[in-house]
């Protein structure tokens, strides 16, 4: 499976996007570039604010922007807005239940930047902060039509965001929609669950899996929060062997956690397999890497699944399809992060 | 343009001796009550809400609703806290309190000056109610909810920014705590106001030295404060926080920084009794029907 790929898929969408949405503004916090919209400051420079390397600040001057009918969109990492700020977030942005956009770029362990910049648990707290809502982007479509979907909702958004070289898994004629989850395949083996970039991994893997036998259910999950799409539990209820779950994110609090409240709510009762990072912090490696030393791979999608039909697919490496690297020196990125 | 043309410090004295007896009297039917922050701002106070600040006026003092509900996606009021400063116009000041453990003495200041119901303070703490113990955005006087200490200068510079993008002519101004510059997001919002240059933000402390462990010299000291705010760009006045005119006076000045105006205060001014009270100021609760009964002697001589 080979995708076109989509350089800086945020940049001048965004750009073409807000020319006619003066309330509009951006915030950064000196990742200006490393967050696609230098070119945006460039363009609408009365409308771009460097709040500096302060985003505790940052959250409250979003906070009086959107009390006084502004749109603050906060474009920086992921860890940025919800680690160091998070009673900022909390008190200044989500109680009063502002229109803050929260732009979170790196999400989970897709930067070689180690620790510090790897959002593993944002979804996590982000499901636990009431009046938010939460969406992951999987591909350029999607990281180019959320803005409509943020932009309609009342209240406070955290956007998982993709950036630099980005595949284009979905057709630009099916935009991201709320709380829609994209149905790629049905089957009633198994029933497979993932979101973010771990979409585009699971269908290394899928078509394999299906050409040995499994027909499979799989969704692609862009909406976190809420998580009541009807499609959902109606794909899990189908599943005979069972579900497995996939996100570039700890296994407590994410997707997995999601899916394990919604079929305990419908009292399903087939196993749950969640790959994701197991309560570990990660380190500075590439993203490749990272998936394969934290099981976050193909190759764990196919064991996972064998265990759960308790047969081998006989699926050797090299037939899963060539994994895409995005050069860690792309010229696509501000810098090696 | 002036700001001060309406103010009568007269009226002011009134307030500031009116906020004091009224929160000595809460203290004193509730078995406790912020009474040194009463004490320590009460000139402050009377000076925000008796003119220099300018909020609309209200025809009547509102009566403070129930709980309305927290804000939310189903569109819950979320400002009526602010309901109590009168409608909003480009030109009107806006008030933005800080320390949301003023409540008590904020709400007293609210009644001196005919926006809130004299009997509020009934409801103060009563659960389902608005006048709550630590204010929040649907409590009388608040705009935003800060009970979580030094959100509220982040959030004010926000808005004096967007009033800024809006060519609004009014003020914003914040009430603050010093206990409040001990928290980094203080500085923060310190130097951005500084670089945007945010002259119509304009801060009030109640420099009164103490907090909840005790004086904040002994547990964390902030000093000098006035020396570390011009260094971040700040036109700064320190003042004597019950001379009334003094506050007047700062509180006119039109500068192109933004401007603060450090009240140094003492927390036990106009209540001489509190003095046995040192060092610990935060919150009077009476040892027993002894100390209550020469509080409430206080309290007749203050109404006298």
């Given at each position: 499976m080979s995708y076109d790929i989509v350089a800086r898929p945020h940049q001048q969408n965004f750009i073409d996007w807000a020319a006619d949405k003066p309330e509009v503004l951006v915030l950064s916090a000196d990742l200006t570039n490393s967050c696609e919209v230098g070119k945006w400051r460039d363009t609408y420079p009365e409308r771009f604010f460097s709040m500096g390397m302060a985003e505790q600040n940052m959250l409250g001057y979003a906070a009086g922007l959107a009390r006084e009918g502004f749109e603050p969109w906060l474009h920086t990492f992921a860890v940025f807005l919800y680690r160091r700020p998070l009673d900022q977030l909390q008190m200044s942005v989500a109680y009063p239940s502002l229109k803050v956009r929260l732009i979170a770029f790196l999400p989970g362990i897709m930067t070689p930047g180690g620790v510090t910049h790897q959002a593993i648990e944002d979804i996590a707290i982000m499901r636990a902060i009431p009046n938010m809502t939460v969406l992951e982007v999987g591909d350029a479509t999607e990281?180019?039509?959320?803005?409509?979907?943020?932009?309609?909702?009342?209240?406070?958004?955290?956007?998982?965001?993709?950036?630099?070289?980005?595949?284009?898994?979905?057709?630009?004629?099916?935009?991201?929609?709320?709380?829609?989850?994209r149905i790629l395949?049905?089957?009633?083996?198994?029933?497979?669950?993932?979101?973010?970039?771990?979409?585009?991994?699971?269908?290394?893997?899928?078509?394999?899996?299906?050409?040995?036998?499994?027909?499979?259910t799989h969704l692609h999950i862009s909406t976190l929060k809420p998580f009541d799409d009807p499609r959902v539990i109606s794909a899990i209820a189908r599943a005979r062997h069972g579900v497995i779950t996939m996100e570039n994110h700890i296994t407590v609090g994410g997707l997995g956690s999601a899916v394990a409240e919604l079929m305990a709510e419908h009292a399903v009762g087939v196993p749950l397999r969640r790959i994701g990072v197991r309560d570990t912090?990660?380190?500075?490696?590439?993203?490749?890497?990272?998936?394969?030393?934290?099981?976050?791979?193909?190759?764990?999608?196919?064991?996972?699944?064998?265990?759960?039909?308790g047969r081998s697919l006989g699926i050797n490496d090299d037939e899963l399809t060539q994994v895409r690297t995005v050069n860690v020196h792309s010229s696509a990125k501000a810098e090696g992060l | 343009m002036s700001h001060t043309s309406t103010v009568d410090t007269t009226e002011i004295e009134r307030i500031a001796a009116g906020i004091r007896r009224r929160v000595l009297e809460h203290t004193l039917t509730n078995n406790g009550g912020y009474m040194s922050q009463a004490c320590s701002a009460a000139e402050l106070l009377g000076c925000l809400y008796g003119g220099m600040v300018d909020l609309a006026p209200l025809p009547a003092p509102l009566i403070p609703p129930a709980f309305p509900g927290t804000p939310g996606p189903n569109g819950i009021n979320r400002r009526s806290g602010a309901d109590f400063h009168g409608p909003t116009s480009p030109s009107a000041d806006r008030l933005v309190s800080s320390p949301a453990h003023y409540a008590l003495v904020i709400y007293a200041a609210l009644i001196e000056t005919g926006r809130l119901d004299e009997n509020a303070l009934d409801d103060f703490n009563r659960d389902g109610g608005t006048v709550e113990m630590i204010g929040a955005e649907h409590s009388p006087g608040f705009e935003t909810t800060t009970g979580s200490l030094a959100q509220a200068i982040s959030q004010a510079g926000g808005i004096a920014l967007a009033r800024r993008l809006k060519n609004e002519t009014g003020r914003t101004w914040v009430f603050m705590s010093d206990g409040e510059f001990q928290e980094g997001q203080t500085w923060e919002a310190l130097n951005a106001a500084s670089f945007y240059k945010l002259s119509k933000l304009r801060v009030i402390v109640d420099v009164n030295g103490g907090q909840c462990d005790g004086p904040m010299d002994t547990v964390m000291g902030i000093e000098p404060l006035a020396e570390r705010i011009a260094a971040f760009g700040w036109n700064v006045h320190?003042?004597?926080?019950?001379?009334?005119?003094?506050?007047?006076?700062?509180?006119?000045?039109?500068?192109?920084?933004?401007?603060?105006?450090?009240?140094?205060?003492?927390?036990?001014?106009?209540?001489?009794?509190?003095?046995?009270r040192r060092p610990v100021l935060h919150y009077l609760r009476f040892t027993g029907e002894e100390e209550q009964a020469r509080y409430q002697a206080a309290l007749e001589e203050m109404s006298r």
């Open positions: 990281a180019q039509s959320v803005l409509d979907v943020a932009h309609a909702i009342d209240g406070p958004v955290y956007v998982r965001m993709l950036r630099g070289e980005v595949s284009r898994i979905f057709p630009e004629s099916e935009p991201f929609q709320l709380n829609t989850a395949s049905t089957g009633e083996d198994l029933t497979l669950i993932t979101s973010g970039i771990m979409t585009e991994e699971a269908l290394r893997a899928v078509p394999m899996m299906q050409e040995r036998g499994l027909s499979i912090y990660a380190h500075g490696a590439s993203q490749k890497y990272l998936m394969a030393e934290l099981g976050l791979d193909a190759r764990s999608l196919v064991e996972t699944a064998e265990s759960l039909v | 320190s003042v004597d926080g019950h001379s009334i005119e003094a506050i007047l006076e700062a509180g006119a000045d039109e500068n192109d920084k933004p401007t603060m105006i450090l009240c140094y205060t003492d927390p036990v001014r106009g209540l001489p009794i509190l003095e046995e």
